[in-house]
């Protein structure tokens, strides 16, 4: 009857949490054409992409020559959105990926966003600052409207900063050029560990938010000999060979 059912709902609600969901789940479960809300599913993950680069946003490639956001051994973009610089980032690795805003090129007293996958399986923006060759976390983070995604053995993520930001010593204004640094490595229980190679790449300039580029660079294994002092090493050795033999 329609007091009991009162009588019900009063209950329910001086019921404990766990209590009140069992009881509506029981009433949905009754109601014909009602089902029981369930969570709106979450967006999958946009892939990222590298056809857009040089021409409406900037991107930096490390690895095979030709690679992308998915084979690359690395991979940032960056692009203007407003008020707003987003950034994309993706690594060949299952903890974290990283760039780093620097006023040269070696770590330290550098401005670090940092993607790194969780034990949960999320992936989460974390903001920190070297001190060193320390990375410290930062409380106070810029990024908004993350998201990131763990697949295929890559971390990768997305996400956004606002251009200016009240003097911070631990921010950088995006709108001065920076170096940007490079790097990726393992995690433990969702804390970043020493980078991958020990020596992480780097932007050989200054890199302007308002200039697009596709910039590669290849990893270590197709690095060539183009260097003035492997090619004057090559001709030393080329013309030993051949004067040093009878």
């Known amino acids: 009857s ?23 789940t029981l009433l949905y479960s009754h109601c014909p054409g009602y089902p029981f809300p369930t969570a709106p599913p979450v967006d999958p993950f946009a892939k990222i992409k590298v056809d857009d680069c040089g021409k409406t946003k900037g991107c930096f490639r490390y690895g095979k020559p030709g690679c992308n956001a998915e084979t690359c051994d690395y991979f940032l973009s960056y692009r203007m959105i407003g008020a ?10 299952d903890g974290w990926v990283a760039v780093g805003f620097s006023s040269d090129k070696k770590m330290g007293g550098d401005d670090v966003m940092a993607c790194v996958h969780d034990d949960n399986g999320r992936v989460r923006i974390q903001h920190f600052y070297n001190v060193g060759q320390w990375a410290k976390e930062i409380q106070r ?31 950088v204004d995006l709108h001065l050029s920076w170096y940007y640094l490079f790097a990726w490595g393992p995690a433990i229980q969702g804390s970043i560990t020493r980078h991958d190679i020990d020596s992480p790449p780097a932007s050989e ?25 492997c090619l004057l090493l090559i001709v030393a050795l080329t013309f030993y060979l051949l004067m040093g033999t009878p």
Request: glycine share 2%; with cysteine; charged share 25%.
């Open 2 to 24: 329609s007091g009991s059912f009162v009588k019900l709902l009063l209950l329910a609600c001086n019921s404990p949490p766990a209590l009140l969901l069992d009881f509506l």
């Open 84 to 93: 707003d610089v987003e950034f994309e980032l993706s690594a060949d690795t």
């Open 141 to 171: 983070n810029p990024a908004r409207d993350e998201e990131g995604v763990f697949e295929n053995n890559r971390v990768t993520c997305r996400f956004k900063r606002p251009v200016n930001v009240p003097r911070d010593e631990t921010i």
């Open 205 to 229: 300039r200054v890199v302007s938010i308002y200039k697009y580029e596709d910039i590669f660079m290849p990893s270590a294994a197709y690095q060539t000999f183009s260097s003035p002092f």
